[in-house]
């Protein structure tokens, strides 16, 4: 099992120093969280998963592309993910250029997790379609897709059009960065399977996210797609231990997205601590 952790709920002061210890512990990847803008009026948005957002409308936001390729300078192995930026809110130019920057400076370690977002204000305050994002995501994806293998792009379709473009450089990792979708409606795993290299949970238990990778199963059958070109990642931010791990690979998880810390001020050591009961290692090498 590959375990990735999250900074979702640490302070942003952090976040470098966290990724810099998960690095050296030999965990596999590290999340970080993405919203372009929050808004006053953000609870009238319903959460998946909760009544109500999770952070407040005052919490502190970067922009975690950046913010990724300043962690890359000080790691090693690490993946380095987002979780999940959306990729509709942009023109796809300013999302295909911010990842292949990324994994530029990674030398191959970027993940782009993608989600369609759930928050319809954010959508307004940029004024764009809250109701169209699922195409628009989907259609910014196979452009980004394009530009980052393509010699020339020439693209006409719904919310983009352009012709001729030249996209250099190409990014490290071939053919491209993974990207990997979220959500748990019916058409995110739909998207997943169609466009993606992945598909990554919301927050959740063995039995709540279990008919969501059935789900995903099915539509792998049904879109003739074989599970060695596609990679299952969850989130289980309380697990009840390192046996339930085996639960998790018995449903065909490849990774598990991890919280181990319960407040900023203890997170580190609270890493290790989990990276000793779980048996994570440092890469061999």
Known sequence: ?????????????????????????????????????????????????????PVLPEAQLFDAPAMLCAIAQETRNIKLATYVYLFGLRHPFIGARAFSTLDAVSDGRAIVGVGSGWMESEWDAVQLDFASRGRRLDE???VAKRLWTERVVTHHGEFYDFSGVYFEPKPVCEPHPPVIAGGTSKAAL???????????????????????????????????????????TVSAFDMAGPEEVREWEALGADRVVV?????????????????????????AG
């Open 190 to 232: 739909r998207r997943a399977v169609r466009l993606c290299e992945g598909w990554v949970g919301m927050p959740g238990t063995l039995e709540t996210v279990k008919p969501q990778l059935d789900l995903l199963e099915e539509i792998l059958r049904a879109e003739g797609r074989g599970r060695d070109t596609f990679e299952v």
């Open 140 to 142: 910014a994806i196979t």
């Open 1 to 53: 099992m590959r375990f990735g952790v999250t900074v979702g709920l640490l302070h942003p002061a952090v976040w470098r120093d966290f990724a810099i210890e998960a690095d050296k512990l030999g965990f596999e990847s590290v999340w970080v969280p993405e919203h372009l803008v929050f808004t006053e009026d953000m609870a009238r948005s319903q959460y998946p998963g909760g009544e109500k957002p």
């Open 259 to 283: 919280r181990p810390y319960t407040r900023t001020s203890t997170a580190i050591e609270e890493l290790r601590q989990f990276a000793r009961e779980y048996g994570v290692t440092p890469a």
